[in-house]
């Protein structure tokens, strides 16, 4: 990922965070700081189908990531998207 995001990355970032669902996904990665499996399915009263739509958006924006673990896809947040994002948005009140 380059030090700068585009506007295209950043209106898929924008997107995927305007979702109350994917807000909360991305909160719960956070909280725990490591990569989590089945358990995101459990927390939220969905479908595993909407969920995975869900993370799909958020992988898509960039900032989650999925890596394969056996028969499981454990999710991440990718902090330097995430970082890049956060510094964009500081800088829009100036």
């Not at 909160?27 to 993370?55: A, M, R, W």
């Not at 799909?56 to 999925?66: F, M, P, T």
């Not at 902090?79 to 800088?91: A, G, I, Q, T, W």
């Amino acid at each position: 990922m380059s030090a700068e995001l585009n506007t295209d990355k950043l209106a898929k970032i924008f997107k995927a965070l305007g979702h109350p669902t994917r807000v909360k996904i991305v909160e719960h990665l956070l909280k725990y700081n490591s990569c989590i499996c089945g358990e995101i399915v459990d927390i939220f009263p969905f479908s595993q189908s909407t969920i995975s739509q869900h993370l799909k958006l958020l992988k898509d924006s960039g900032i989650v990531y999925g890596e394969i673990e056996g028969p499981k896809t454990c999710y991440c947040v990718d902090n330097n998207v995430l970082n890049e994002f956060k510094k964009y948005v500081s800088h829009l009140g100036v």
